[in-house]
């Protein structure tokens, strides 16, 4: 089974431990995680997984899951022989019982059937070449192998802690030469055994390590009769395995393969209340605490499947944070307690009688001058604003067109009574962030809209755009702009758009005076191929081309092979030309066998005014042949389309870095509407 997420901390992990509690004792379960270095072979499959079990505790106290295993082991093999009348037994159905009972009852000192133990330790010598004929009888090894198993098993059984572990690493040094994981074959003549394959991370853009380590589960799976349940990240599985893998291999890893989609509200909700179980904390906070943080208002508005586990638990304990130091919802007449705050405060002066007003009321002057400061001002702007976030939102989205924006003399006498000292009181923010974005995209459609964004992104903190806080080229001289009182108002969505719109004024420089960089298309073609819905995104590495990729789009009815690459580098179109001739063979045969249409194959390049007279001659030439000429389709770039498509690269990028506070889902949602030229042109017939 393959478990694959659309990247890290959609909860991969914490699924599979919920799979080994659910599972409890009818399997064993083994993780494997490969450590770098590791030669890719059975022998490092059962060093790593011993050393997992090793380390793993047991449902008993001083027990790990190794020796519950080895314990299980021998006594199932025991169980066969007395049923089998192969070892004399004085009382064999009670016997038969209590070998299929706790195994600690046989092998602990003080266990409720530890003469059966002793019995067991007493005669190890004589029973253990009996227990591994049998083994050797329905597992491929020979019997003395079997034998050096089993003691090593027994001591671990008897002792635990690290008894017989190293001499079983010894003897997994034979499974490299026997094709046989000697250990994990053994175990499952006691129970199914399921390799949990996780943590390949390592290995990111490693195909040949992608290869290996899928031939080497499918083998076990096919040959050994073992269970594997193999989970990784979409960006490792395109990189690693995907299409590098041989058609055959692939399909067979995907036969049974569980895409792990985001939370919903629901599942949200049930998260937070688990970790809030963990964690002890009582039903009364836990009640104000969803209150506080209004996960129906958090989901509203994220497209579905887009919030990750550790994003949203993340969200919730910064919420914590806050409403750790807060007024609770309702104060009683005694100073309420802060659930594990870790810093008390002194209570307030809070009379019986009296009560904590509604923020919605207005206090008299003399009322408010009397009421003590509890947070410094930058901790109440961060509540405020938490509280702003918090709001319910309207019923529905307005169906009439926002209202026009103010004229350029409004504005220009708005400005002017601000700078001559009149007070220009603040705007309330609105709480539906849908109506904002749609006023802000109504204003861009708007003439001139482009020069106001790009004057009020200087506006925005360096800081919290990350971008640098010197331009790059010194600006021309302009006359001095009045200030304007601030207005509070927090929009996310301007926010990017006006990083975007900073990017570019300080792109443009490069796109008018370097030539094309095609590892920046590539590089946005590949983000958005990976996030898009209705795009799946393929690499192929070129033929004799080590390290050299072509990227595959592949939408209903047509196929998309971008061609990146400068047009003198002949070599490399000669190669992709190959390639494209292939790929409609391909096409036309599969039509074919499936009597459907032909899927449209069209080669995808970009060319700005610099490549025009490169372009022309390695189109009139010989390198690309005349069949397949029709199918090509060179995309021109003016100077502001190449400038917005470095900006869109630059900005997703540090949004799946971290350096801007924003999901890429995030920057494709509000940003995309600004490419809507570049993914028109490439995607028409």
Known sequence: MLLTAPRAGYGKTHLLGRVVAAAGSGVVMVPLAFRTGDVLNLTTVTRRGLEALSLAAGDTEDWSRLREACAGLVAHLLHELIKEGLVPSANPEQALRVLTGPVTDVFNKDGAAHMIGDWLRKHAGGLRPILARRVARQVPVRADVADAWLDAMLGQAFEGGAEGVAVMQDLAAADRETGTPTWLRMLSLWRPVVLLVDHLDGY??????????????????????????????????????????????????????????????????????????????????????????????????????????????????????????????????????????????????????????????????????????????????????MAESLAEPQAALPQNDPPPPPAASDWRATTAEAGAGTPVPPVSPSSDAFVKLREMLHHLRQPGARNQMADDAADIPA?????????????????????????????????????????????????????????????????????????????????????????????????????????????????????????????????????????????????????????????????????????????????????????????????????????????????????????????RA
């Open 204 to 385: 990111y853009r490693n195909p040949d390590a992608g290869v290996t380590i899928a031939s080497l589960l499918m083998d076990m799976v096919d040959s050994q009769g073992l269970h594997v349940l193999l989970s990784l990240n979409q960006d490792v599985w395109q990189a690693t395995f995907g299409h590098h893998l041989p058609s055959a291999l692939e399909d067979r890893l995907t036969a049974t393969q569980v895409l792990l989609r985001g939370l919903r509200e629901t599942d949200a909700a049930a998260l937070m209340r688990l970790r809030m179980d963990r964690a002890k904390i009582s039903k009364e906070d836990l009640v104000e605490f969803e209150a506080f943080v209004d996960v129906k208002q958090y989901f509203l508005g994220r497209p579905i499947g887009s919030v990750s586990a550790r994003v949203f638990l993340r969200h919730c304990a910064r919420q914590w944070e806050i409403f750790q130091n807060s007024v609770p919802l309702s104060v009683p007449g005694e100073q309420a307690e802060v659930p594990s705050a870790g810093i008390s405060f002194p209570p307030l002066p809070v009379e019986p009688s009296s009560t904590i007003p509604l923020m919605t009321e207005t206090l008299p002057l003399e009322s408010a001058d009397e009421v003590p400061p509890i947070f410094d001002e930058t901790t109440s702007a961060e509540v405020q604003q």
């Open 463 to 683: 800081e919290r755009l990350n971008i640098p806080s010197t331009p790059a080229a010194p600006p021309a001289a302009a006359p001095a702009k009045p200030k304007t009182s601030p207005i509070p108002v927090s929009r996310p969505g301007d926010a990017l758009l006006g990083r975007f719109e900073t990017l570019r004024l300080q792109m443009k420089a490069e796109a008018e005076n370097q030539p094309l960089d095609y590892a920046k298309l590539g590089e946005l073609i590949r983000l958005a191929g990976r996030r898009f819905p209705l795009v799946r995104l393929g690499e192929h590495e070129l033929l004799g081309m080590t390290g050299r990729q072509t990227m595959v789009w592949s939408i209903q009815g047509v196929e998309l092979l971008f061609g990146l690459a400068p047009f003198t580098d002949t070599a490399y179109w000669r190669v992709l030309a190959g390639f494209a001739a292939g790929r409609l063979v391909d096409l036309a045969s599969e039509a074919e066998r499936d009597d459907t249409p032909p899927v449209k194959l069209k080669v995808v390049t970009f060319k700005a005014d610099r490549e025009h007279a490169a372009w022309q001659a390695l189109y009139s030439g010989d390198t690309m042949p005349d069949p397949l000429k029709p199918h090509l389709d060179a995309v021109h770039l003016d100077t502001h389309s190449v400038a917005a498509l470095y900006a869109m690269q630059r900005i997703i990028k540090d949004a799946e870095t971290g350096a801007v506070q924003a999901e890429p889902t995030q920057v494709m949602t509000v940003l995309a509407r600004e490419l809507d030229f570049f993914w028109k042109r490439i995607t």
